[in-house]
């Protein structure tokens, strides 16, 4: 068994509320604590139990929002306080990263950190944490920033594309552009094209590289977090920093800021068989499906019938009785039943926005 890197440090972003996922995904219980496959795992456990496999336990971080504090203490039993990033606020995934990996970097300045959302769908566990060690090899030896790609196989809207410059390693390419949720025809010509891979969130970069991206980015809390006599603050001390200086205006994704402003960024085809299931189209996908293409998560009774492309999600306890839908969304939780065309990755999300003002925050 190879011997695990010390090294090598996991960020896992678990912060967010999952809009697009409601109203499974609520504000009080979102979609990283829940187990939408039946597996008996929610997102979160999955994604740390993967990464688990190669990364020692002492260097996987935890980002989150601090009301979800105790969800996180609940389901990772076993992981220390120190190692969950609690933000004041729920920003977008830049700054948590951006934090959570200068935390790191102030403790290890030979660290190699990759970045991973939790709401992944990762089909060959042992050709990824394969990828995953040389990308972090990769940036060891060079001071970059590196996304993981794999290819672009259908015309798909919900996801980002990196197009590929020129090849420096086998399957390792400058990035050329980037392009966030391009609409269905330019989505086609990509994937027509060859040129472009699929973003799948996740990064990696070393610890003088995130020391520079912190700097353009936050350089008051670059300043704050940073003591006068070089060495690292306490925890406590850093979360009180955090709380009086985190940028609330700061609302940059990850993606973005690496992929789109940042320059020496490199990508990496790899192979691991990848879906994001961060929103019900893509959930329906990547679940199985009967003859007709309709699915069913969730610990529920469902009875389909006349049925097409329809994915149901309704909780234990609750039957649900669905016809002659054609490209359809049904899924119910507590207080809210939402059925809608299943074809928008942002269509939930809109009507999470509109609800949240026309009837309340209690139904988010």
């Known amino acids: 068994m190879k011997t695990m890197n010390n090294h090598n440090y996991c960020v896992i972003l678990a912060g967010g509320i999952g809009k697009r996922l409601w109203p499974c995904s609520r504000r009080s219980r979102p979609k990283q604590f829940i187990d939408f496959f039946g597996t008996g795992q929610t997102l979160l456990q999955q994604t740390y139990a993967r990464i688990l496999r190669f990364v020692p336990r002492a260097n996987i971080f935890i980002s989150t929002y601090a009301d979800y504090l105790p969800m996180v203490e609940e389901q990772l039993a076993g992981v220390a306080r120190a190692n969950v990033l609690a933000e004041p606020v729920q ?22 950190i990759f970045i991973s959302p939790c709401d992944q769908l990762i089909l060959h566990e042992d050709v990824f944490a394969q990828e995953l060690e ?32 020129d090849e420096v390693q086998p399957g390792l390419y400058t990035v050329r552009a980037f392009m966030e949720k391009p609409d269905e025809q330019y989505a086609q010509k990509f994937v027509e094209s060859g040129e472009f891979l699929w973003n799948t969130g996740l990064f990696l970069w070393n610890s003088r590289t995130i020391r520079e991206m912190l700097h353009r980015m936050m350089p008051l809390m670059e300043e704050r977090l940073t003591p006068p006599d070089g060495l690292p603050a306490t925890l406590e001390e850093e979360i009180e920093t955090v709380r009086r200086f985190y940028p609330v205006s700061a609302r940059r994704s990850i993606d973005l800021l690496v992929l789109d402003k940042c320059e020496n960024v490199y990508v990496k085809r790899c192979s691991f068989g990848w879906a994001d299931i961060g929103c019900w189209p893509e959930l329906h996908a990547a679940e199985k499906k009967d003859g007709d293409g309709n699915a069913v998560v969730g610990y529920g009774k469902v009875m389909v019938q006349g049925c097409r492309d329809t994915l149901v999600c309704v909780p234990d306890k609750m039957a649900a009785v669905v016809r002659g839908l054609d490209g359809y969304l049904v899924a119910a939780n507590d207080n809210v039943l939402v059925v809608c065309p299943n074809d928008d990755p942002a269509l939930v999300k809109t009507l999470f926005n509109e609800a949240q003002v026309k009837l309340g925050a209690e139904y988010v």
């Open 91 to 112: 920003l977008s995934t830049a700054p948590a990263a951006a934090w959570a990996s200068y935390h790191i970097a102030q403790r290890d300045p030979e660290a190699c």
């Open 134 to 165: 040389h990308a972090l090899d990769f940036v060891r030896q060079r001071d970059v920033f590196l996304a993981m790609g794999v290819t672009a196989t259908r015309p798909n809207s919900a996801y980002g594309y990196v197009q590929m410059g």
